[in-house]
Nanobody, 121 residues
C-alpha cells in the first residue's frame, strides 16, 4: 500500500489542523493505521493509531483530549484532527499502515512521506 500525507502547515498555538493520509494500491480496510511524528533531533514517536474497523483507537498521553484519529474506509483515507495545538507539537507527521494489530506499534511497515506541522507560540 502507498500512502500520501498532506494537510500540514503553520498554525498559531491554540489553533487546529487536520491531516489526511490517502492510501492506494492495497485493501485499505484491512490495515491498521497510525500517525507518528518526529521533531528535530528526536526519535519518531507514535501519536495515534486506529484499528482497521475504526472502532478502536490509541493515543499518546501527550495528545489525549486534543487529537482525534479517524478513518473513512470508503475513501481509503485516515485523518488526524489536531486541536489546541502547542509549540511542542511541531514535527514532521507521518502516516503508516500495518496488517498487524493497531497496537503493535513496531510493526507499522508502510510509510507516507511526511507532512510538516509548525506551531508558533
Amino acid at each position: 500500500v502507498q500512502l500520501q500525507a498532506f494537510g500540514g502547515g503553520l498554525v498559531q498555538a491554540g489553533g487546529s489542523l487536520r491531516l489526511s493520509c490517502a492510501a492506494s494500491g492495497g485493501t485499505f480496510s484491512t490495515y491498521a493505521m497510525g500517525w507518528f511524528r518526529q521533531a528535530p533531533g528526536q526519535e519518531r514517536d507514535v501519536v495515534a493509531a486506529i484499528a482497521w474497523s475504526g472502532r478502536s483507537t490509541y493515543y499518546a498521553d501527550s495528545v489525549k483530549g486534543r487529537f482525534t484519529i479517524s478513518r473513512d474506509n470508503a475513501k481509503n483515507t485516515v485523518y488526524l484532527q489536531m486541536n489546541s495545538l502547542l509549540a511542542e507539537d511541531t514535527a514532521v507527521y507521518y502516516c503508516a499502515a500495518s496488517q498487524a494489530s493497531y497496537l503493535r506499534l513496531s510493526l507499522y511497515n508502510h510509510w507516507g512521506q511526511g507532512t510538516l506541522v509548525t506551531v508558533s507560540s
